[in-house]
């Protein structure tokens, strides 16, 4: 029941029934929905949107929802249906993710429900209070570079939010929306793996919050425990070599 970072997964049409889970794998990619897949008889993980929030669970006292699962479809960058552009540093663990307003929710970039949602969880990421934060909903990012296609970009939670303009571009119109920026948390220690099983559990009414933290991973867990401060230890840092090829070096022929 894990992800891998960067690891693609066929997303089916809502037509036909390849969305079962009994696919296990479609065109050799695994189904997104057999990897995700919880056989408890509750809503299951979707992409449908930008902002996909799965359905408020537990007791009333924690609220919590299993996850939100954030999409940024790369072919429709800068069309009028997504008219501008998320960006994903993944050597440097930051996402900046525009939300879901448009110009038809003017005067209020909050009434979005996407917006909404996520606006309700950057008061728990950055709530200096750990049982505000136990239940925080973790981000889990992915994005779209094909029809049918999504690729698992790694999990995380929001650091600021910032209130932008932005123009439609096919009308030239002008609107405001949100800009979510995220930090990306390490997966080192689980070696690039996310453990879908720890949604499944908080997916559990019967469990409390306190029980799952044993399949949290590492870097959650810091956060969880220490707040703001665990942040930049837990962000995800991709170590890369420094040294260049000889050939790379060389000024080209004629120069």
Not at 49 to 72: C, E, F, Q, V, Y
Not at 91 to 102: E, L, S
Not at 128 to 148: D, K, Q
Not at 223 to 245: D, F, H, L, P, T
């Amino acid at each position: 029941m894990g992800l891998s970072v960067y690891e693609r997964f066929k997303y089916p049409s809502i037509q036909g029934d390849a969305r079962s889970p009994e696919f296990a794998e479609i065109d050799g990619l695994r189904n997104f929905f057999a990897a995700t897949f919880v056989s408890d008889g509750l809503g299951q993980a979707q992409l449908e949107r930008g902002i996909n929030a799965m359905a408020a669970t537990g007791a009333k006292s924690d609220g919590r929802r299993p996850a939100i699962l954030i999409r940024s479809s790369l072919r429709k960058a800068g069309t009028s249906s997504t008219p501008w552009h998320d960006s994903y540093d993944m050597d440097g663990g930051r996402v900046r993710y525009f939300g879901d307003a448009k110009v038809q929710h003017m005067p209020n970039p909050r009434k979005p429900p996407g917006n909404k949602t996520l606006l309700e969880q950057f008061d728990l990421h950055t709530s200096p209070e750990r049982g505000m934060r136990l239940r925080a909903a973790p981000l889990l990012f992915f994005v779209a570079p094909e029809r049918g296609v999504v690729e698992f970009r790694g999990f995380g939670l929001i650091e600021n939010v910032e209130l932008v303009s932005q123009i439609e571009p096919e009308t030239g119109e002008a609107f405001s929306n949100y800009a979510f920026d995220c930090a990306l948390l390490n997966l080192a220690a689980e070696g690039e793996q996310f453990d879908w099983g720890w949604i499944a559990a908080r997916k559990d009414p019967s469990r409390s919050l306190e029980a799952t933290l044993d399949l949290v991973p590492s870097s959650w867990q810091d956060w969880v425990s220490n707040g703001a401060e665990a942040v930049s230890r837990s962000r995800r840092v991709v170590a890369r070599m420094g040294i260049v090829r000889r050939d790379e070096q060389l000024p080209v022929p004629g120069a």
